[in-house]
């Protein structure tokens, strides 16, 4: 892989036109793209959905960009299984190891959605399309991150406590909002910020992470 700058994309929630619109006034080309995810795929229908894949990757084609891409909790996870790929549109499996510019990079999606019940309202009683996922978390698994060496970048959806924003200081009121019509939120958003000190616990013993890269909080 020739070796190009690196930039970092947040959540996006499926504004691909204002992306591309963006990429054009900045003149940007000739890069590669990692997008911490909440990419908002998954929320048409499958032949609507692919042709904006589609589209977006002969774009990138033009430009000479690639792309990769991990799941948020906003996008339909069944697109991550390694089954939609373009030339220059990836969107990974978690866990997935890549090398880029020489430096290892591991790419792990997922995150619990604060407007879950809200969501599955929607879908429930108007029947709408699915935009709520019950596996939209982080997935801890620790024998696949015994098995992970030499690390150098980690990029999640969510992030350890040892991140912002740590909660130190009580919930901010929108996830506070929700939680009166969730009553496990509060506790599941704690138990996936837990286990992602997990993971962090767990690579600091095989690897060197010099950066961890995430979005969600927003």
Not at 11 to 31: A, M, N, P, T, Y
Not at 151 to 159: C, E, F, K, S
Request: charged letters at 25%; aromatic letters at 12%.
């Amino acid at each position: 892989m020739e070796e190009r700058n690196i930039l970092i994309l947040g959540d996006i929630h499926g504004e691909f036109e204002l992306l591309r619109k963006s990429i054009d006034k900045k003149q940007i080309s000739d890069v590669i793209i990692i997008q911490v995810g909440d990419f908002g795929i998954g929320f048409y229908d499958k032949h609507k959905d692919q042709h904006k894949l589609h589209t977006l990757n002969n774009f990138f084609i033009e430009k000479n960009i690639e792309m990769y891409v991990i799941r948020g909790n906003h996008d339909d996870p069944s697109y991550f299984n390694g089954d939609h790929n373009y030339s220059n549109l990836k969107l990974l499996k978690d866990y997935t190891e890549l090398n880029i510019n020489g430096f290892n990079f591991l790419f792990i999606g997922g995150a619990i959605s604060i407007d879950r019940q809200y969501r599955l309202a929607e879908q429930i009683q108007y029947g709408k399309r699915p935009s709520f996922w019950f596996d939209e978390k982080f997935n801890l698994d620790i024998d696949k991150i015994e098995n992970i060496e030499n690390i150098d970048v980690v990029i999640t959806h969510t992030a350890p406590n040892i991140c912002h924003p740590n909660n130190d200081n009580g919930y901010p009121p929108i996830v506070l909002n929700y939680s009166y019509a969730d009553n496990t939120l509060l506790d599941d958003l704690e138990e996936e910020r837990n286990n992602m000190d997990i993971l962090l616990d767990r690579l600091k013993i095989k690897n060197n992470i010099k950066k961890w890269y995430y979005g969600h909080f927003h």
